[in-house]
T-cell receptor
Framework: GENVEQHPSTLSVQEGDSAVIKCTYS??????FPWYKQELGKGPQLIID?????GEKKDQRIAVTLNKTAKHFSLHITETQPEDSAVYFC????????????FGQGTRLTINP | SQTIHQWPATLVQPVGSPLSLECTVE??????LYWYRQAAGRGLQLLFY??????ISSEVPQNLSASRPQDRQFILSSKKLLLSDSGFYLC?????????FGNGTRLTVT
């Protein structure tokens, strides 16, 4: 089955700097790659997603890039702010109907003021 | 707009006791429903999903079961809890677009 590896497990950056989180997947048939942000005591919230027919997608300070050949995708956060501090999860799936997402282990991002 | 409700928020149960966690979705019809478990410091593991009333698919063998008695209701159950059942349980829904999660139930089995 699908396996998703996420790095780093923890990341600390200065406010205003950029943060990058990387994920690799094993199943070349996977075609959907969302990113979730989880704040303490809450459920994960979708922040951005990308499908395999697109190489890059941006939404304000957040961007995701996908390299299908290498089977990896990355989350980029620019001009980081204290409210960006959270745990971020990448995921992959190949089922659009019953969407069985396989998640990475998560990255705890800390923004230092 | 669609909303998902999950309760209780926290639960402490003794080993061997039964479990029932409930999740309901509002504002959509015939959603796909999911139960995930998140162990401390770990990623999310899919436990069950359902594409319709009475249709349950299990992803991992375990001490838990799921049921979908109504279109927008999903229940996670156990007859006898184990210590290893402790964790953060998340319900989610999808209508073909991205998964949306509830705020979870933190279960501690003592």
């Amino acid at each position: 089955g699908e396996n998703v590896e996420q790095h780093p497990s923890t990341l600390s950056v200065q406010e205003g700097d950029s943060a990058v989180i990387k994920c690799t997947y094993s199943d070349s048939a996977s075609n959907y790659f969302p990113w979730y942000k989880q704040e303490l005591g809450k459920g994960p919230q979708l922040i951005i997603d990308i499908r395999s027919n697109v190489g890059e997608k941006k939404d304000q300070r957040i961007a995701v890039t996908l390299n299908k050949t290498a089977k990896h995708f990355s989350l980029h956060i620019t001009e980081t702010q204290p409210e960006d501090s959270a745990v971020y999860f990448c995921a992959a799936s190949k089922d659009q109907g019953a969407q069985k997402l396989v998640f990475g282990q998560g990255t705890r991002l800390t923004i230092n003021p | 707009s669609q909303t998902i409700h999950q309760w209780p928020a926290t639960l402490v149960q003794p080993v061997g006791s039964p479990l029932s966690l409930e999740c309901t979705v509002e504002g959509t019809s015939n959603p796909n429903l999911y139960w995930y478990r998140q162990a401390a410091g770990r990623g999310l593991q899919l436990l069950f999903y359902s594409v319709g009333i009475g249709q349950i698919s299990s992803e991992v063998p375990q001490n838990l079961s799921a049921s979908r008695p109504q279109d927008r209701q999903f229940i996670l159950s156990s007859k006898k809890l184990l210590l290893s059942d402790s964790g953060f349980y998340l319900c989610a829904w999808s209508d073909g677009r991205p998964l949306h999660f509830g705020n979870g139930t933190r279960l501690t089995v003592t």
